[in-house]
């Protein structure tokens, strides 16, 4: 099993493609990464982001793909034609700003994602500020309704944004009842969890989990790698 991972080189090795390699290594899924980008950033905030050119040319085989810090029109639409073109499971954690509150896109950004990327057909994980922004809806059940309408494939909703003692995904696909998957909340202002929650994902559905054994799975995998106590 091969994850190809597309997204930001973190500096600090919090998030990012050192995330993503933690979570394959997790399954027993081998790593090929592809850097977007560099980025200075640590717990207190992002300080730069570099933009690789050209980080398309260097996209290997693999059995699932996932893309995250994109970070720009032109990246975004590099990663749509490879999603239309993809014949693995994709997944796209769409990154829209940091943990600090940095943003990665500005408003054409995001309409490229909006746009191209969720055209292509992806699995979408957006947390909830990321949802509410590509939506335009604070109702997460009608964000994954309008998100599904622009053409992702399914929408799994992070709920690590959200309060009380439960984390709760939405998970929306197609002519389905959305589904939601809780678990308990790990405390804590965390960097990299949804890198991490991606790349499992998007290994599971390459062996041919489920969406929601997938997420489920994904949301195992995050608590084992910031324990509680």
């Keep these: 099993m091969r994850l190809v991972a597309c997204g930001g080189i973190d500096s600090s090795g919090g998030a990012g493609l050192d995330a993503d390699r933690d979570a394959a290594l997790c399954l027993d899924a081998a790593f090929l990464p592809v850097a ?25 085989h693999g059995d699932a793909l996932k893309f ?3 970070p720009g029109p032109l990246h975004l639409r590099a990663a749509a034609e ?24 500005d408003e054409e950004g995001v309409a490229e994602l909006r746009g191209s990327v969720c055209a292509a057909g992806p699995v979408l994980t957006p947390n909830l500020p990321e949802a ?12 994954a309704a309008r998100l599904l309408e622009l053409g992702a494939r399914a929408v799994v909703i992070k709920g690590g944004h959200g309060e009380g003692e439960q984390v709760v995904e939405l998970l929306a696909v197609p002519g389905q009842a959305v589904r939601y998957l809780c678990h308990p909340r790990i405390p804590g202002r965390l960097r990299g969890t949804g890198c991490r929650f ?4 998007a290994v599971s559905l390459a062996r041919g989990a489920s969406l929601e054994a997938a997420c489920e799975g994904a949301s195992a995998l995050v608590a084992s790698r910031f324990p509680q106590g």
Excluded: K, N, Y
């Design 36 to 60: 977007t980008c560099h980025t200075e950033q640590d717990d207190h905030g992002v300080r730069a982001v570099r933009p690789i050119e050209g980080w398309w040319e260097g996209i290997g």
């Design 82 to 105: 490879l999603i239309a073109a993809a014949t693995v499971p994709v997944v796209v954690d769409p990154v829209i700003a940091a943990t600090s509150g940095h943003r990665f896109l």
């Design 198 to 201: 991606a790349s499992a994902l």
């Design 132 to 143: 509410q922004e590509l939506s335009g809806s604070t109702d997460p059940e009608v964000a």
């Design 68 to 70: 995250g810090l994109l």
